[in-house]
């Protein structure tokens, strides 16, 4: 958490404010790549971290059994085959510690460190027109101005409770998954209940559920869980994916979620059931988030073709789950297959067999009040020792919407996205001169393998910086007209799919009062990186690039 100064005052007001060509806010994949990058340009530039680390989601989320939904040799930087070649996964799905280490590891093997400040949260940005440069304010009371600023802030990264009354009334021990302590916590003979449902949940609840007592879990959305099939690493696989890492690479960028994965080409509701059920049984046995929902082509597109693989998925859980009154408050009935994201898992439903385990379904009787002692439904009242949230994030928006971004004109960010965010390629915004956000919305980001798309976004963002800089530009903006036909075009894509008639966090839908608009981009990472590529080889279209001498007229 952020460090305030205490004892003496606001430290600052007299401090003199630091100038850079950028600050990065946000030490995670994006911002020490992003840091890398600028540096290599010749760029002064410094990350701005509210954590006491590196490693932003992965410094963050250490709830047990945390652990990423992308297979490790995947989910790692691909800018540095001395890396890849160096660094050793050990599990098909990496854990969360092995992900902070090496995310620690590369922030220390790029000589990264020298230029982060942690414990300082960015709490505001002002842009001056006249000087085309950024003022940032921090908790801390520093200043700092800069010629570019580049969120790096992440789109799960803004945590949220429960909107449940009484909360501070509650005396026992609260745990969010998203803000775990570092030291380890245990449940060891405790009455332990869990709110929420979602990859957190899902991972998190076997572990719980073998230390505590007794544990009761909250679910409002049952969600589609597949086995993760985790294991170690064979010596052998890992030799031959580091021979060949290049060519995977360039796989990761083309595919449809920078996962490469075949490309389905028939139709679900054109085969018989029973090749149906085989091809789901094949992908269901690869253990991974992609297979399964891209068997047939018409899976998030047509509802009764959806429908199939969401039976197919609601017959594992019957099958594995004794009680079928159980079984069937587990079983998504109320949103398509895949239209929220779906989880990995190990071992998730067979814990619903464990005596001490037991499932609230909150659609029947939902949650009232916190008590002194735990939790009251519209049915019962349950006492804990500590009570988990497992309740997500203010996604892709909310660590944005949480910095006072204002333009030249006093105009705040927030105040125009009331109506849903506004993006440029999910990477600028109309009004918001050399302000970039990394995997913004509009952007395929949280629908792909985030590495692969934080990467890509990185490096257009530094050709683009190093093109003004070539060029003597001082400053570049999103035209209104590009923006604008982007936003339409992110929204038709989107509503061609099934994704709009789920309640979830792509919709803002888990919010409340938040604007309901599909936030990321549907159409694919490799078409995605494709349309950026054409976007800078034409000069950056799009933008209004202004010379040092052309600033006053704005
Ligand atoms: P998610 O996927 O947003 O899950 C949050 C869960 O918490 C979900 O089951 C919610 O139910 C539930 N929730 C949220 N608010 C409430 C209230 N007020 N009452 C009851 N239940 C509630 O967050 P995660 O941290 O699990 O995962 C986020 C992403 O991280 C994940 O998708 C991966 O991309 C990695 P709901 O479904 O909204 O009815």
């Known amino acids: 958490m952020s460090q305030v100064p205490d004892g003496d005052g606001p430290?600052?007001?007299?401090?003199?404010?630091?100038?850079?060509?950028?600050?990065?806010v946000g030490a995670g994949?994006?911002?020490?790549?992003?840091?890398?990058?600028?540096?290599?340009l010749g760029l002064h530039a410094r990350i701005i971290e509210a954590a006491d680390g590196v490693g932003g989601t992965w410094f963050w989320n250490r709830y047990p059994g945390a652990r990423c939904d992308v297979q490790s040799m995947s989910y790692s930087y691909s800018f540095s085959p001395e890396l890849e070649q160096e660094w050793e996964w050990t599990e098909k799905y990496p854990t969360q510690p092995e992900i902070l280490r090496y995310l620690n590891h590369v922030a220390e093997r790029f000589d990264l460190t020298r230029d982060i400040t942690l414990s300082t949260r960015v709490v505001s940005a002002q842009y001056d027109d006249a000087t085309a440069r950024w003022t940032l304010r921090t908790d801390t009371g520093s200043t700092m101005t800069a010629q570019f600023v580049i969120m790096a802030t992440g789109c799960l990264s803004a945590s949220k409770l429960p909107e449940i009354p009484g909360l501070e009334r509650y005396r026992g021990r609260k745990h969010h998954t998203a803000r775990w302590g570092k030291e380890e916590i245990?449940?060891?003979?405790?009455?332990?209940?869990?709110?929420?449902?979602?990859?957190?949940?899902?991972?998190?609840?076997?572990?719980?559920?073998?230390?505590?007592?007794?544990?009761?879990?909250?679910?409002?959305?049952?969600?589609?869980?597949?086995?993760?099939?985790?294991?170690?690493?064979?010596?052998?696989?890992?030799?031959?994916?580091?021979?060949?890492?290049?060519?995977?690479?360039?796989?990761?960028?083309?595919?449809?979620?920078?996962?490469?994965?075949?490309?389905?080409?028939?139709?679900?509701?054109?085969?018989?059931?029973?090749?149906?059920?085989?091809?789901?049984?094949?992908?269901?046995?690869?253990?991974?988030?992609?297979?399964?929902?891209?068997?047939?082509?018409?899976?998030?597109?047509?509802?009764?073709?959806?429908?199939?693989?969401?039976?197919?998925?609601?017959?594992?859980?019957?099958?594995?789950?004794?009680?079928?009154?159980?079984?069937?408050?587990?079983?998504?009935?109320?949103?398509?297959?895949?239209t929220k994201r779906p989880c990995l898992d190990t071992g998730y439903y067979a814990t619903f067999n464990r005596p001490n385990v037991h499932l609230v379904d909150l659609r029947m009787t939902p949650l009232i009040e916190f008590t002194e002692s735990g939790l009251r439904t519209s049915a019962a009242e349950y006492e804990f020792d500590a009570v988990v949230f497992a309740t997500g994030f203010d996604a892709m928006t909310g660590a944005l919407a949480a910095i006072d971004i204002r333009n030249g004109n006093g105009l705040s960010l927030s105040s125009v996205w009331t109506a849903g965010p506004r993006t440029y390629l999910?990477?600028?915004?109309?009004?918001?001169?050399?302000?970039?956000?990394?995997?913004?919305?509009?952007?395929?980001?949280?629908?792909?393998?985030?590495?692969?798309?934080i990467e890509q976004h990185v490096e257009w963002i530094s050709d683009l910086i190093a093109y003004l800089r070539e060029h003597g530009y001082a400053a570049a903006e999103v035209t209104a007209e590009a923006e604008e036909s982007w936003?339409?075009?992110?929204?038709?894509?989107?509503?061609?799919?099934?994704?709009?008639?789920?309640?979830?966090?792509?919709?803002?839908?888990?919010?409340?009062?938040?604007?309901?608009?599909?936030?990321?981009?549907?159409?694919?990472?490799?078409?995605?990186?494709?349309?950026?590529?054409?976007v800078a080889a034409s000069g950056y279209e799009g933008f209004t690039l202004r010379r040092a001498g052309e600033l006053a007229a704005v």
């Open 11 to 24: 430290v600052t007001e007299n401090r003199a404010a630091e100038n850079y060509d950028a600050v990065i």
């Open 186 to 338: 245990r449940f060891d003979g405790l009455r332990v209940g869990v709110i929420g449902t979602g990859s957190s949940g899902i991972q998190s609840i076997p572990i719980i559920a073998e230390q505590a007592a007794d544990l009761t879990v909250f679910q409002r959305t049952p969600n589609f869980s597949m086995p993760a099939g985790n294991r170690p690493l064979e010596p052998g696989e890992v030799a031959e994916l580091k021979a060949s890492y290049r060519g995977w690479r360039e796989a990761q960028r083309t595919s449809r979620a920078g996962i490469p994965a075949p490309e389905a080409t028939e139709f679900a509701l054109a085969a018989s059931p029973g090749e149906r059920a085989a091809r789901y049984q094949a992908a269901w046995e690869k253990g991974d988030l992609v297979s399964l929902g891209g068997c047939y082509v018409d899976i998030l597109i047509d509802p009764a073709a959806n429908e199939t693989a969401a039976e197919f998925i609601r017959s594992k859980i019957r099958a594995v789950v004794h009680d079928p009154e159980t079984a069937e408050t587990l079983s998504p009935r109320t949103f398509p297959f895949g």
């Open 487 to 534: 936003v339409t075009h992110v929204a038709e894509v989107g509503s061609l799919t099934l994704f709009p008639r789920a309640n979830s966090w792509y919709m803002g839908a888990n919010v409340p009062g938040k604007p309901r608009v599909f936030l990321p981009y549907i159409g694919g990472v490799g078409a995605f990186r494709q349309k950026c590529e054409e």
């Open 426 to 453: 999910g990477v600028a915004m109309a009004g918001f001169p050399n302000l970039f956000t990394i995997t913004g919305p509009g952007s395929p980001s949280v629908l792909s393998n985030m590495v692969v798309s």
């Open 29 to 40: 994949l994006a911002g020490l790549y992003q840091l890398y990058l600028l540096r290599q």
